[in-house]
């Protein structure tokens, strides 16, 4: 049987400091276990230098069309994000930091540790133009993703009414196991679009290569 007194310091073990040692050791293991996770967005840690971007939204964006609406959809995953000029980089990151306790809460009630992001669009195209927003949903390696949280950040979204060329946007949950660096489809109320798979995808493998040659460029021999 393996001895519990191996996980505390030597000087600590055995006589009547033994005791003592045990009882700090597992208030402290207490401690560490009333902390709840944190969440993090998917891609977080991904290791793209940031500030060698070149890559415009409209490059990556998917658009979908209704008779009402006109739907755009912006991935946020840091992978896609870092390949996009410095400037809409940086306003898409404070965005996201901007909103983090609501994306922090939406993520926990979904029990999702680590969502996927994208911002999603709502153009009304004519006067009274109604649209569904969980009606978006997102098919990746074959599997169908379904919004698991909405973070409203205009006031027309919870109308679900728009008139023409007025706009309401929101940044959208989905679950684990979506990437965007194989093919992709956005479909909404019997629409679908592919065109990741076509155009973006491979735009943004180029950008890739290239912001990698432009940081080991600027690094120098």
């Known amino acids: 049987m393996t001895d519990s007194r191996t996980s505390l310091p030597r000087a600590q073990r055995g006589g009547r400091s033994d005791g003592t040692a045990r009882a700090v050791w597992l208030l402290a293991v207490l401690a560490c276990l009333s902390v ?11 290791s793209l230098p940031i500030g060698f971007g070149t890559l415009k939204r409209d490059d990556i964006v998917v658009r979908l069309a209704t008779d009402q609406v006109e739907i755009q959809v912006l991935p946020l995953d840091e992978q896609v994000i870092r390949l996009l000029l410095p400037d809409t980089y940086r306003s898409l990151s404070d965005l996201i930091t901007s909103k983090r306790a609501p994306l922090d809460d939406a993520a926990q009630r979904a029990g999702v540790r680590h969502p996927t992001l994208v911002m999603v669009t709502f153009y009304g195209l004519v006067p009274q133009a109604r649209f569904a927003p969980e009606d978006i ?25 728009l008139e023409a060329r007025q706009q309401a946007v929101a940044l959208y949950l989905f679950d ?5 660096r194989e093919p992709l489809t956005v479909s909404y109320a019997g629409l679908s679009n592919d065109g990741w798979s076509r155009g973006a995808m491979r735009a943004l493998e180029r950008e890739r290569a290239r912001v990698l040659a432009r940081a080991q460029a600027r690094q120098g021999p």
């Open 36 to 46: 709840g996770p944190t969440v993090r967005l998917s891609g977080a840690q991904d």
């Open 137 to 161: 949903n997102l098919t990746s390696r074959g599997r169908l993703f379904r919004p698991v949280g909405i973070v409203p950040l205009s006031p027309s979204w919870n109308g679900q009414q």
């Open 176 to 180: 684990e196991g979506i990437t965007f």
